[in-house]
T-cell receptor, first 116, second 113 residues
Framework: DGGITQSPKYLFRKEGQNVTLSCEQN?????MYWYRQDPGQGLRLIYY???????QKGDIAEGYSVSREKKESFPLTVTSAQKNPTAFYLC???????????????FGPGTRLTVT | GDSVTQMEGPVTLSEEAFLTINCTYTATGYPSLFWYVQYPGEGLQLLLKATKADDKGSNKGFEATYRKETTSFHLEKGSVQVSDSAVYFCALSAPSNDYKLSFGAGTTVTVRA
């Protein structure tokens, strides 16, 4: 089955520790995205990547880092510099070919990170 | 910049009632428009989409029509079920914004039996 996987579903860390969230897709999509969702709120873009070895900051990149060494993978590291890291993190991907039409994004199931 | 404004919730309905969630947008050029649905504890699922003016997207009994003259993309369903309880997000994607999605704030819908 084609899709996006995120692991783990729940993650617990102590304050001051870096933590890496996994995102893998087998949809052959060029673009991948990381969003943060806080309770009762919409989605905010953290980072995105449209091609391997290249990525851009989104609206709330401070305290986060990413890498894009393979087309299929886009891990997100939440660093100790992120002041309020407890949130629900969503990964997404999309095709950016003109022929694909509408550039809709497909989302993974999310990782709920709790930092205490 | 590009933006989406959607009806604030929460919305509470009885089963078989008619549902409308309003969504208006601001964008340069010709955006694509989407409705996503999020069930508790899950990621977002694409519900329907429209890529040009007067297109109607439909799926699972939900419909939305791309109205360029009113810059709107309202979501409707004629008869809701308890299983439709979820958060609904309106979104747009435009070349002027690198095809990133701009989301509305989300509308929480609760359907009671």
């Amino acid at each position: 089955d084609g899709g996006i996987t995120q692991s783990p579903k729940y993650l617990f860390r102590k304050e001051g520790q870096n933590v890496t969230l996994s995102c893998e897709q087998n949809l052959n999509h060029d673009a991948m995205y990381w969003y943060r969702q806080d309770p009762g709120q919409g989605l905010r873009l953290i980072y995105y990547s449209q091609i391997v070895n290249d990525f851009q900051k989104g609206d709330i990149a401070e305290g986060y880092s990413v890498s894009r060494e393979k087309k299929e993978s886009f891990p997100l590291t939440v660093t100790s510099a992120q002041k309020n890291p407890t949130a629900f993190y969503l990964c997404a991907s999309s095709s950016i070919l003109v022929t694909s039409g509408s550039y809709e994004q497909y989302f993974g199931p999310g990782t709920r990170l709790t930092v205490t | 910049g590009d933006s989406v404004t959607q009806m604030e919730g929460p919305v509470t309905l009885s089963e078989e009632a008619f549902l409308t969630i309003n969504c208006t947008y601001t964008a340069t050029g010709y955006p694509s428009l989407f409705w996503y649905v999020q069930y508790p504890g899950e990621g977002l699922q694409l519900l329907l989409k429209a890529t040009k003016a007067d297109d109607k997207g439909s799926n699972k009994g939900f419909e939305a029509t791309y109205r360029k003259e009113t810059t709107s993309f309202h979501l409707e369903k004629g008869s809701v079920q308890v299983s439709d309880s979820a958060v609904y997000f309106c979104a747009l994607s435009a070349p002027s914004n690198d095809y990133k999605l701009s989301f509305g704030a989300g509308t929480t819908v609760t359907v009671r039996a």
